[in-house]
């Protein structure tokens, strides 16, 4: 999901150059609800930096209805061109 906005952002192929801070803050039980939300945090030259949470909504464990964060990272990107070199991301 990280790698679908961070293409968005960079109009085309990216490749992930780095995980910073992954965090796995709460379990989640089978069953439960998990959505999963990417914003990005910064646009370099060549690079996307996206912050991913997963919160999870408890529908078949107790508290019924509770919602959480259980897990966030930092994911970072670089735009490429078709063989594999860092190129720059177009200006919007």
Not at 30 to 48: H, I, P, Q
Not at 62 to 90: H, S, W
Request: aromatic share 6%; net charge positive.
């Amino acid at each position: 999901m990280a790698a679908i906005l961070a293409k968005e952002v960079a109009h085309g192929r990216v490749v992930t150059v780095r995980v910073d801070g992954m965090t796995f803050l709460r379990p989640v039980a089978v069953g439960d609800v998990v959505c999963c939300y990417a914003r990005c945090v910064k646009r370099g030259n060549t690079s996307v930096t996206v912050n991913i949470e997963v919160w999870v909504k408890k529908v078949s464990s107790e508290p019924i209805g509770q919602r959480y964060k259980a897990t966030e990272a930092l994911f970072i990107y670089v735009a490429v061109d078709p063989q594999g070199k860092p190129r720059a991301i177009p200006v919007e």
